[in-house]
């Protein structure tokens, strides 16, 4: 199993940063691909950005120049940021956690709220 702890949300005025973090624990061995997603109220769950074991990154074209994903690999531990720049209020929603691998994990956050104000 995986237990994945996210934190950094918050509220912030349009055109400021925010900063989200997950930290994943326990089986991280089997973990490649740990991504973003976001739903905003009424709305579907949609892939903000990834990141694979080997460094590849995604981003949906929302996103893209304005966020930015990255991973750091510990002993026990692996942690994906989200970097969010520029933002403006339609990047207000909930933001999850993902993580993927072998075995089909598959393992979700609790997810982190983001509301960016005009």
């Known amino acids: 199993q995986v237990q994945l702890v996210e934190s950094g949300g918050g509220l912030v005025q349009a055109g400021g940063s925010l900063r989200v973090s997950c930290v994943a624990s326990?089986?991280?061995?089997?973990?490649?691909?740990m991504g973003w997603y976001r739903q905003a109220p009424g709305k579907q769950r949609v892939l903000v950005a990834y990141?694979?074991?080997?460094?590849?990154?995604?981003?949906a074209d929302a996103v893209k120049g304005r966020f930015s994903i990255s991973r750091d690999n510990a002993k026990n531990t692996v942690t994906v940021y989200l970097q969010m720049n520029s933002l403006k209020p339609e990047h207000t929603a909930v933001y999850y956690c993902?993580?993927?691998?072998?075995?089909?994990?598959?393992?979700w956050g609790q997810g982190t709220q983001v509301t960016v104000s005009s």
């Open positions: 993902n993580v993927t691998g072998r075995s089909a994990l598959d393992y």
């Open positions: 326990g089986s991280i061995f089997s973990i490649n691909t």
């Open positions: 990141i694979t074991g080997g460094g590849n990154t995604g981003y």
